[in-house]
Structures are given as C-alpha cells and as structure tokens.
C-alpha cells in the first residue's frame, strides 16, 4: 500500500466511525508563549482539553505535521543516525471530546491495525500504566481488560508513569495511556529475544507506532489529581513509522514517502545510499530536514538569527554542512528538493506547493550565504582539531565555538556535532560566556547611541529594509521588525 493510499485510509476509516476531519494546523505556533512548533497533534486542541473552550465536534480525526527539535520534545540528535525519528513529521490522530473512551479507542486502534492494515498481530505488544505509588495511582485496570478481550496477556506490558503516563503540564488535563509496538525483526531474530523485552529499548526494529491518551485527571497546583467531569480521548501515530511496518521495511527511509528524495541526491552526488554508514546518515539528515525546513517556511517562518527562525536556520545550516562533508555539495543544493517536496506532499499540504517557488528561493539564499563562509569555518576547525592533538587535549575552547558562530555563521550545535564526529567535546560555558560578553558589548554600544540613527541589533528580531532620506539632510535606517 502507497504511503498516500495508507495516509486516507486512516482517515476514512475514521470518519466511518463518525469522526469530523479537520486540516492540519499550521507547524509554527504563533499565539502560545510555551511552544514554538507543533510538536503532537492536540495541540491544536489545547483549549477543548483545557475546557477553555467547547470542542466543534466531539469525534475528530486528522494529520498534524509536527516539528520535535525544541523544548520538552527533542529528537534532534537522532534524527539520521536512527531510522525513525525525524525533526518534521505526520502524526495522525483521533479524538474523543467527552465522547467514546478507552474501549472504543482501543477496539478501533486494534481493528484499523489488524484487519484494515494487515498489521500481523504477532508482531504488536501493547502497554499499560502499571500505576504510581506518588499519585496513589493503581494499575489502569480498565485498559488491561479491555485489551486482555484482544491480544494475549503476554503481549500487554506494565508501562512505568514515564512511558504511560500523558501530562499536558504541571497543571492541567491528564491520564493514563496505552501505547502499541511493533517487532520487525527477521523471524530468525525473534526467535532469539523475546519482542517483549526490547520494547522501549531503542531498538531499531521494535518501535513504538501509537499512543492512545486516556485524559481522565486534571492536575492541581498542590500536585493532587480530580477526576475530570467529561473524559476524552487523545491518540497520535507516527506516520513514516506505520508506513515502514506496512510496507515492511527496515527504516523509515526505504518507504516510498523518502525513495524520491534520496534518489534524487543520489543523482546530483553521483554517490550510493546504503553503502556506507557516515556517508548514509548524510543521506538521511538531508532528507530529513528538507522537509522540516520546507515545511517550517511554508508557513511563514523564515530563518533569522532569533528563536523559532533560528532554530530553522541551525537546522537548515546542519543540513547544508553534512552535504559539503559527506556528499560532496559545494554549491547550494538543497532548495532543488523542493520540487519534490510540492510533487509528493502538495495534495495534502497544498501550502507547499502554492508556495514552492518562495520557498525554494529563501532556501537558495540561505545555503549561498551559509556556503560562502562555511569552507573557512571548517578550515580553523580542522587548524584547532590539529593544534589539540599536538597537545593531547579533547576540548575545542568556548572562544573558538563563538569565534565560528559570530564569524562563520556556525551554530553551536553545528560546531558541536563536528566535535563530536571528530571524538571531540566542546565547552560549551566558555561559549556561553563569550556570548555574554558580546551582548553586553552591544547594549553598552547601543545605549551610547543618539541622533537620528536608530541602531538595532540582528538578535533584536528586526530586519535591515532600507533607509529613509529625510529633509534634515540625515539619514535614518529603517527596520521592520519580523
Ligand atoms: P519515542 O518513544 O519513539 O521517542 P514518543 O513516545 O516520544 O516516541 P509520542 O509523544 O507518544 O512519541 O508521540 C506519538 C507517536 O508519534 C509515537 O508513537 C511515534 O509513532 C511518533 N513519533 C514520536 N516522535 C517521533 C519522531 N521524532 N519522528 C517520527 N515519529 C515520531
Ligand atoms: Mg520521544
Ligand atoms: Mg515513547
Ligand atoms: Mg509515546
């Protein structure tokens, strides 16, 4: 089954059960002060949970792009280097508000696994909370039940409150939940360890598919849990992951939602994916984060040097760098691949392709001007790497790290991940500092300014957009802010 075939299935199935299928919100978040980017599908339903507002409709199903590379969700250092966590992805999901509960859910989660996918039952485990002493919490009884009617009492797992326990918060709606796994291993292999035992693991072929979030408390400010007077339901499934168990594939990356994109940089490289380890999460970074990037400026958040454009432009950065070093790519070369983000994602996300042209450029900008100081960063790195050896040390100094981020445009985790490959660490107080005292350079500098120049710092979120001559015969830089 194609990944687009598997992606309306999942809808349709859903809306068979009377759900209302909503759009995706957008992937940067705008009005809430505690997220950046859309990181779970219930974000957008924050307020339902929260009672601050009444639900549209009590069943919704829908697929959320979702970006985890801030904040209390960060896979940002595993992405390429495992198969299945990436910076932006689908998350699908089903919602209950104070409609159906953990029956229902768990009976249509099994069904659309089992019998619409075909997923082979005994390859599934499913967990559920084993309870928490501090919460004066038992064993989620009712879940077990109800799952213990489908699958076989060895396949139910006991989930600690870490794995199986959702909070939105220190304070707010929260509950127990049930998550299913999948064992994809060769049969030669699970013939050795039991899947059981692998599962939350990080095991590259036992991996977690779904979360089902029973939402049955709400968490006061002394700690203690009420219940909720209306209970709801709140699941999201990894997309890429379901994808690779339906079309039975060792890694996300051999789906059909990424055979385009790494073929088309296997072309331009003229190198082969899947030969070589350092050379394949090359590979899989670039095709990673092209979508989080494509996605993050359609949008409408453009890279910057401050907060959300930042964290795209590191990412952007980090995406152009592993090109340079390990495929080969010393001319821009990222923004080609927005053709086929449009060709393969404009249907359900027409944002990217009614916008592919603007994004496309704001990516060539981007890695041309990246590109233009990154082989002279590299170049001190590689001097500093020698001058450590030379002297047996392990640590590239803070004031090297800043030199190559106020300099070269490198960001600290760009530097950092270069360290690490080279069995380097970084230190990152000294950097820290360095920044310190170049902000307080600035402020100093700019409360000294007077006149008619209004000087505003890069980091202040404004952008440079012209002068303005002005009949005193003096000149005045405009900024707006962005
Ligand atoms: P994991 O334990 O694998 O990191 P999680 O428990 O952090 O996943 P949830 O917050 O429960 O994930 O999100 C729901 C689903 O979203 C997961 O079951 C998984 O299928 C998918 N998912 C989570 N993080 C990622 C990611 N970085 N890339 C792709 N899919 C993901
Ligand atoms: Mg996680
Ligand atoms: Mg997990
Ligand atoms: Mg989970």
């Known amino acids: 089954m194609e990944a687009k075939k598997i992606r309306s299935t999942f809808i349709e199935f859903f809306q068979s059960k009377q759900h209302h299928y909503v759009p995706s919100s957008p992937i940067v978040v705008k009005n809430d ?3 950046m980017f859309t990181n779970a599908g219930m974000n957008q339903f924050k307020d339902a949970f929260l009672g601050n507002e009444v639900a549209k409709y009590s069943r919704v199903a829908n697929s959320q792009k979702c970006l985890r590379v801030s904040g209390k969700h960060n896979d940002l250092e595993e992405v390429g280097v495992d198969t ?3 910076t932006m992805f689908e998350m699908l999901g089903n919602w209950s508000f104070g409609d159906y509960f953990k029956k229902e859910a768990i009976a249509w989660a099994w069904e659309l696994l089992t019998e619409v996918y075909q997923l082979p039952k005994d390859r599934l ?10 919460d004066n919490l038992g064993l989620d009884q009712e879940a077990f039940d109800f799952w213990k009617e489908i699958v076989p009492e060895d396949r139910i797992i006991m989930g600690s409150k870490k794995d199986n326990f ?6 707010g709606p929260c509950g127990p939940c049930s998550e299913i796994h999948i064992d994809l291993r060769p049969d030669a292999e699970r013939a050795t360890i039991a899947g059981k035992d692998l599962v939350n693991n990080d095991h590259e072929q036992v991996i977690e598919i779904w979360n089902l979030v029973f939402m049955q408390f709400n968490r006061l400010a002394d700690g203690s849990l009420k219940e909720l007077p209306a209970k709801h339901v709140d699941t999201g499934m990894g997309f890429e992951r379901l994808v690779r168990a339906i079309q039975q594939k060792s890694s996300n990356y051999d789906t059909d939602l990424f055979a385009p994109f790494l073929a088309a940089l296997e072309k331009k490289s003229g190198k082969v994916y899947g030969k070589d380890e350092q050379t394949d999460i090359a590979f899989r970074v670039i095709v990673d984060h092209i979508r989080a990037i494509a996605f993050t400026i359609a949008d409408g958040q453009l890279p910057s040097n401050n907060k959300a454009g930042y964290v795209i432009r590191r990412i952007l950065r980090r995406a152009v760098r592993y ?18 983000i449009s060709e393969n994602f404009g249907e359900i996300f027409p944002e990217v392709k009614q916008q592919q042209e603007f994004i496309s450029k704001v990516i060539y900008e981007e890695e041309a001007s990246f590109l233009r100081t990154l082989d002279n960063g590299l170049k001190i790195l590689d001097q500093i790497k020698a001058e450590l050896k030379e002297k047996n040390e392990h640590v590239i100094p803070g004031k090297t790290a800043f030199e190559l981020y106020d300099t070269f445009g490198f960001p600290l985790d760009l530097t950092s991940l270069i360290a690490r490959e080279n069995g380097l660490s970084l230190d990152e107080k000294g950097f820290n500092e360095e920044m ?11 409360e000294s300014e007077t006149g008619d120049w209004v000087l505003v710092h890069e980091d202040s979120g404004v952008e440079f957009v012209g002068y303005d001559f002005l009949e005193t015969y003096s000149y005045i830089t405009k900024y707006r802010v962005v």
């Open 125 to 134: 485990y499913v967990s559920v909370f084993e309870g928490d002493q501090g």
């Open 33 to 35: 002060p505690t997220l």
């Open 166 to 171: 959702w909070e939105m918060g220190d304070t």
């Open 84 to 86: 299945y966590h990436h």
């Open 323 to 340: 090109g340079y070093t390990f495929l080969g790519f010393h001319e821009p070369f990222l923004y080609e691949l927005t053709s086929l």
């Open 436 to 446: 310190e005292k170049q902000k307080s350079r600035s402020r100093a500098a700019s």
